[in-house]
């Protein structure tokens, strides 16, 4: 079975700093997608970023980018120069015929 | 990518009524499926809508409490039945479709509340 594990439910971060938001994953398959999605307090969710398990390279979108460790089964998020807009929840996702869900951390940026 | 309308974004209800969401999608696509957030939880797969076939529920989720209907392929529906207060959730419809976001796209979500 998938399993998706997000072990920081909350994290406070300076406003500019760089935030790391962890994600670990559990999988036999060897063809998986990797997502992260914001969920800000309106409830909609935001496509931030994908990896895909057979990428080289780890993906990047802006000030986002993915720390695929494959080894290791992780796929952290790395925002870069942290905005206040960025206070929200987190979630990381795995698809392998779903899409299967992490239990979310929720960030909160501090001017 | 696809783009989805989902209605009503909001309702209170009193327990033991109904309530039907809707999702209508701007193209056409295979798969549809619904998630339930409750507070302060992730997101849950309810159930998976394919058109002209019966819903596919997932564990902990049954048909004659949350019946869904997929007359086509851009629309679809979930219904909350006879709600008691641990129904009060967020409900969001995704769909797959090609192109952006990787294939899944989601609406914008009903946050229903139970008294």
């Known amino acids: 079975a998938q399993k998706i594990t997000q072990t920081q439910p909350g994290m406070f971060v300076q406003e500019k700093e760089a935030v790391t938001l962890d994600c670990t994953y559990d999988?036999?398959?060897?063809?998986?997608?990797l997502f992260w999605y914001k969920q800000p307090s309106s409830g909609e969710m935001i496509f931030l970023i994908y990896?895909?398990?057979?990428?080289?390279q780890n993906a990047t979108e802006g000030r986002y980018s993915l720390n695929f460790q494959k080894a290791r089964k992780s796929a952290n998020l790395v925002i870069s120069a942290s905005q206040l807009g960025d206070s929200a929840m987190y979630f990381c996702?795995?698809?392998?015929?779903?899409?299967?869900f992490g239990t979310g951390t929720r960030l909160t940026i501090i001017p | 990518s696809a783009v989805i309308s989902q209605k009503p974004s909001r309702d209170i209800c009193q327990r033991g009524t109904s309530l039907t969401i809707q999702c209508q999608v701007d193209?056409?696509?295979?798969?549809m499926f619904w998630y339930r957030q409750q507070p302060g939880q992730s997101l849950t797969l309810i159930a998976t809508?394919?058109?002209?076939?019966?819903?596919?529920?997932e564990s902990g989720f049954v048909i004659d409490k949350f019946p869904i209907s997929r007359p086509n392929l851009t629309f679809s529906t979930l219904t909350v039945s006879n709600m008691s207060p641990e129904d009060s959730s967020i409900y969001l419809c995704?769909?797959?479709?090609?192109?952006?976001?990787?294939?899944?796209?989601f609406g914008s979500g009903t946050r229903l509340t139970v008294v």
């Open positions: 995704s769909v797959v479709s090609p192109g952006a976001n990787y294939g899944y796209t």
């Open positions: 999988t036999s398959d060897p063809s998986y997608g």
């Open positions: 990896q895909g398990s057979y990428d080289q």
């Open positions: 996702a795995m698809r392998y015929e779903k899409l299967t």
């Open positions: 193209s056409q696509v295979t798969m």
């Open positions: 809508a394919n058109q002209g076939s019966e819903a596919t529920y």
